[in-house]
C-alpha cells in the first residue's frame, strides 16, 4: 500500500521568509525514498493555533496516513509543536517518541532535550521531529520501519495481524 504523507515545518524564521527551509524538504526527500506519496507541505511560525490548525487540515481535511512536523520541539519558550499536537491528537503514541530519543541518545548526548510528541487523530499518525534536516532524518528512520506497520494498522478496519 502506498501512503500519503505531509511534511509541516515549524519555523518563525523561515514562516517569515528570513531562512530556507532545509528541514521539510530533506524529509520530503526521505519520505520519497521510502515510497510515501507527499501530499502536501507547509511553512508555519510557532505558533500553536497555526500548527494545530494546519495538523487538523493534513489529517482531516486531506485525510493523510502520515505527518511528520519538524522544528518546535526544544526547551525555546517559542517551541509549542509538543503542545499543539497534543490539543489535537486522540490517541498518544509515546513508543515512537521513546525510540527516536534513544536512538539520537547513540549519536549525540542532547538527544534527550527533544520534546517532540507522536499520536493518532483518527487513523493518521502525527509525530513530531526536531528542526535540524540531520536530526529530523535520524529520527524519522529511527522509527520508520514500524511506523508503517503502524500505518497498516491505523488504516485497518480491525485489528491487525500483529504476529510475526
Do not use: Q, W
Amino acid at each position: 500500500m502506498k501512503y500519503r504523507a505531509a511534511v509541516i515545518t515549524v519555523s518563525d524564521s523561515c514562516a517569515r521568509g528570513e531562512r530556507e527551509d532545509a528541514s521539510g524538504p530533506a524529509l520530503r526527500e526521505r519520505l520519497e525514498g521510502l515510497g510515501y506519496e507527499v501530499a502536501y507541505t507547509s511553512v508555519v511560525p510557532d505558533e500553536r493555533e497555526h500548527i494545530g490548525k494546519e495538523l487538523i487540515k493534513c489529517c482531516d481535511g486531506l485525510a493523510v496516513n502520515l505527518v511528520l512536523t519538524t522544528g518546535g520541539t526544544g526547551f525555546a519558550k517559542r517551541d509549542v509543536t509538543p503542545e499543539a499536537t497534543l490539543e489535537v491528537i486522540d490517541r498518544e503514541t509515546r513508543g515512537i517518541s521513546e525510540a527516536m530519543r534513544a536512538a539520537s541518545m547513540l549519536i549525540t548526548p542532547r538527544g534527550c532535550l527533544s520534546r517532540g510528541v507522536a499520536g493518532l487523530r483518527g487513523s493518521s499518525l502525527i509525530i513530531n521531529l526536531p528542526g535540524s534536516p540531520k536530526g529530523a532524518v535520524e529520527n524519522f528512520d529511527a522509527v520508520s520501519e514500524a511506523i508503517e506497520h503502524g500505518l497498516k494498522m491505523a488504516a485497518s478496519d480491525g485489528s491487525a495481524n500483529c504476529a510475526g
